[in-house]
């Protein structure tokens, strides 16, 4: 859909920035929001924009700031621009890039009084969000996709296609900026952005809700169906949960290997998110902490990342790594 013709209830009321790169997309939201934030009895108070540098691309990157400086004075409102360059890391570029952005937005926000921050992922942003993860192997929570809401970082445009947007601002002749960075199909979303997305688009061509608005309505009830089985599974936790030393978490082991393989999944994710926030667990982990609750008989131990898991008795503990 283009545009949406009014504000979410998340905008209602609130002092809203919008974090713009300089693309089409944030381009659009920055006037989209300037719109309704100038009409008679507004219904949120526009505070300005914010600009995260990460220097990638060096004169490019140098660019595309000017661009978004002259974006604000257009508007009438101030930027907060925040110099976020990416250390060389284990990690991808982009996802050390992303983390940097939100922190640099949520410091933004502060410096600008925003209650909420506006990102302008669109129906395709959730639609590669969705193909990613599941060629990932994703369970349903990472197949809920992009969130409309998440802390203070609102994204009104998450129904909105990204052509629709690039319309609207071509007919209003509003400029916008192109990174090149975004053709280089070595990065797996743009991958799936350039080759895979346009041959679903082949194939669903007859269908009548084919491609990426089905992908992105998938999300939507992937995120439905997660926000129901994550508080059923925290209900169920705080009935497994037994007392443990500090730091530690103990689970009826009966309880556990009896629960419905999707809530027993979230428990264990929950239990080990307690003991060792930082560490990175995957599906291997959690299924291996599930067939030593469920095996008939014995005790046994496993050596995970950050932390140690042990069958004693009726118990299941995780506890932290000595």
Not at 31 to 38: G, K, Q, R, V
Not at 192 to 202: D, G, K
Not at 264 to 279: E, G, L
Not at 296 to 313: A, M, N
Request: include cysteine; charged fraction near 25%; hydrophobic fraction near 45%.
């Amino acid at each position: 859909m283009p545009l949406p013709p009014v504000p979410g209830d998340d905008l209602v009321g609130q002092r809203v920035a919008a974090a713009v790169s300089g693309g089409a997309d944030s381009v659009a939201l920055a006037w989209w929001l300037h719109d309704f934030a100038t009409r008679p009895a507004p219904a949120f108070v526009f505070v300005g924009l914010i600009h995260v540098n990460h220097g990638l691309r060096v004169a490019e990157s140098d660019a595309d700031e000017q661009f978004c400086r002259r974006l604000a004075a257009q508007l009438n409102l101030p930027i907060d621009v925040r110099a976020a360059h990416v250390p060389s890391s284990g990690r991808s570029p982009e996802a050390a890039a992303r983390d940097l952005r939100y922190a640099a937005f949520e410091r933004a926000a502060d410096a600008l009084g925003a209650t909420v921050v506006c990102t302008a992922h669109t129906a395709d942003d959730q639609a590669e969000t969705v193909l990613l993860r599941m060629l990932r192997g994703a369970g349903l929570r990472g197949l809920s996709g992009i969130r409309a809401r998440n802390g203070r970082t609102v994204r009104p445009l998450l129904a909105c296609r990204r052509e629709d947007l690039r319309a609207m601002l071509r007919a209003a002749g509003r400029p916008w900026r192109e990174d090149a960075s975004n053709s280089d199909i070595s990065i797996p979303r743009n991958r799936i952005r350039h080759e895979l997305l346009p041959a679903i688009a082949r194939v669903s061509a007859d269908m009548a809700s084919g491609g990426v608005d089905a992908l992105a309505r998938f999300a939507t009830y992937a995120a439905d169906d997660e926000q129901f089985l994550e508080e059923a599974a925290i209900q169920l936790l705080a009935r497994l949960v037994l007392p443990a030393a500090p730091g530690s978490v103990a689970l009826a082991r009966s309880g556990l290997a009896a629960a419905p393989l999707p809530l027993a999944r979230r428990v264990i994710r929950m239990a080990a998110t307690q003991v060792a926030p930082d560490r990175p667990w995957s599906t291997v982990h959690i299924e291996a902490v599930l067939r030593l609750a469920r095996r008939v008989q014995g005790g046994g131990t496993l050596d995970l990342p950050g932390i140690l898991v042990e069958r004693v008795s009726k118990e299941v503990r995780l506890g932290p790594r000595s």
